[in-house]
């Protein structure tokens, strides 16, 4: 698993869609406050737990899909396979790396609304340690659903806009859950840490038999 | 030993079998023509012993063990069919994630090695989606040659390569198997090419594998001849073989030996041995596989 999560990243931070998430992501507090008529009190530390920031999810899995994807797309997972006949290691090291990109992309979510709230001269709030907490948590919570998400990719393969539609389902399924609250921050940190910690283990095997009974070139 | 060994492997699509009861054997050093029309199973049989493909039926070995044993899968490189690689990447990128998924030392070093095997250094910092269809060929075999295989498998390799691209392919090929010892599983329909190389060959026909076969026993069914049919075939048999090293056949009568075929017919006019037909046969790998496929065909 070592070698491929090293690759992943490799080619993750080489991948022209994951800047072009994040900077749609950055843009989507401040776009979405212009949309929804901009009213005095918009709390630029709490956007972090507004119900736009479980977007955040469906974009990290909406590329986690095209990154997937275009694994099967290109052939890449014909060296891939052919060198590492478990697709458990493959599975961990996509969800990894998916959560690696989610995070990203959020960071880019709160650095433009920090930086929105900033020019336009808005409130902050909301308090610091409690907007940390949040990002925390969701950042916990991204090791979950990218470990979901690697399981429709996989079932999915090369059907890059079958693997997107599910994933987006799937996250509308869990949106309740994505909305993490900044009331009991340090609760929800440590509940999300331990829920992304149980999939970073549970699902790469669930994946990895979804794989395992298909064949890797579709 | 062996480098791959396959018993009883079938492989089925919904119920149609691509490959059926295949028992191959690769042996360790070998630069192994797996020959066939298109369609008869020989990228199939190669993605099952990559482990792309699940068999349905049957059992691969890799130098004795299961092939799915992850030091011996650790040990190939494989191009089948279009090279593996991310269009809007470099190539040198490209490489770089081969590279790393073979926890190579060295990477650097290990990627301007191969490159410079087939000569494509240059255009290491193009995108690989611009490069032409004979660029991306070599890169796929720089790519199997990452971190020292000992054994490649290679699926039409040498598709739409030019013939300086050929070249450099096959003294590429020459070189690892004669210098490193790598063992080649090898797919082609340019039979001409594999020819220069092969030391092995396996025919397979609709799933099956019809024959396998050395080098040099195929080189002594292919030896030139001159055909000749007369008038009086049983005379002119007795007084050729008397001469010439002869068989017989369907065809006619075959004299190796002599590749002077007026001289032949000279010998059998002063005999009065009336010459019908006077052919001379050039035997390669082309004809002698056509020959096998007809055999297969009408048994």
């Known amino acids: 698993m070592n070698a491929l999560l090293r690759r992943d990243i490799y080619r993750l931070f080489r991948t022209p869609l994951l800047y072009l998430f994040m900077l749609c992501a950055a843009v989507i507090p401040g776009s979405m406050s212009v949309m929804t008529g901009f009213e005095p009190g918009y709390d630029a530390w709490g956007q972090v737990s507004g119900l736009f920031s479980a977007g955040i999810f469906a974009i990290a899995g909406v590329f986690l899909a095209f990154f997937i994807g275009n694994d099967y797309k290109s052939g890449a997972v014909k060296n891939i396979f052919s060198l590492f006949p478990k697709k458990r290691g493959y599975a961990a090291a996509k969800l990894i790396t998916g959560a690696v990109a989610g995070i990203m992309i959020l960071l880019g979510y709160v650095l433009g609304a920090e930086v929105f709230g900033v020019f336009t001269g808005a409130d902050f709030t909301s308090g610091l340690f409690d907007m940390l907490c949040a990002v925390v948590a969701k950042a916990g919570m991204m090791f979950l659903f990218s470990g979901i998400y690697v399981c429709v990719a996989a079932l999915f393969r090369n059907k890059v806009w079958f693997s997107v539609f599910g994933i987006l389902a799937v996250t509308m399924l869990f949106i309740p859950a994505l909305l993490i609250t900044l009331g009991t921050p340090l609760i929800m940190a440590g509940l999300s840490i331990a829920a992304g910690v149980i999939g970073l283990f549970v699902f790469p095997g669930i994946a990895a038999l979804i794989m395992k009974r298909l064949d890797a070139l579709a | ?299």
Do not use: W
């Open chain 2, 1 to 299: 030993m062996n480098a791959i060994e396959t018993h009883d492997l079938c492989k089925s699509f919904h119920g149609i079998y691509a490959v059926e009861n295949l028992n191959l054997t690769v042996p360790e050093g070998a630069i192994y023509g797996f020959i066939g029309e298109n369609g008869s199973g020989k990228s199939t049989t190669e993605k099952l012993i990559c482990g792309l493909l699940v068999p349905t039926h049957g059992k691969i070995k890799l130098y004795g063990k299961p092939y799915r044993n992850p030091a011996e899968r650790a040990q190939i490189g494989t191009l089948i069919e279009d090279p593996a690689c991310f269009p809007g990447s470099t190539v040198y990128q490209n490489m770089m994630m081969q590279a790393l998924n073979l926890d190579v030392k060295d990477p650097e070093d290990e990627i301007a090695r191969v490159l410079d095997l087939v000569q494509m250094t240059e255009h290491a910092d193009k995108k690989f989606g611009k490069c032409s269809l004979g660029m991306k060929q070599r890169i796929g075999i720089a790519q199997a040659l990452l971190g020292h295989p000992k054994l490649l498998v290679l699926d039409e390799p040498i598709n739409g390569l030019d013939t300086e691209g050929c070249r450099i392919v096959r003294e590429t090929l020459q070189y690892i198997n004669r210098e490193e010892g790598v063992t080649i599983l090898i797919t082609s329909h340019i039979l001409d090419e594999l020819s220069k190389i092969a030391t092995h060959y396996g025919i397979i026909k609709e799933g099956r594998l019809i024959q396998q076969i050395r080098a040099e026993q195929m080189s002594e069914r292919c030896r030139d001849h001159i055909l000749v049919r007369t008038a009086n075939d049983m005379k002119a048999f007795g007084f050729l073989r008397r001469q010439f090293e002869t068989e017989t056949s369907e065809s006619g009568i075959k004299v190796y030996g002599e590749p002077d075929s007026m001289k032949i017919s000279a010998m059998l006019m002063e005999e009065q041995i009336p010459v019908v037909q006077l052919e001379t046969k050039r035997i390669g790998l082309e004809e002698y596989y056509i020959g096998i496929m007809e055999e297969a065909r009408s048994a």
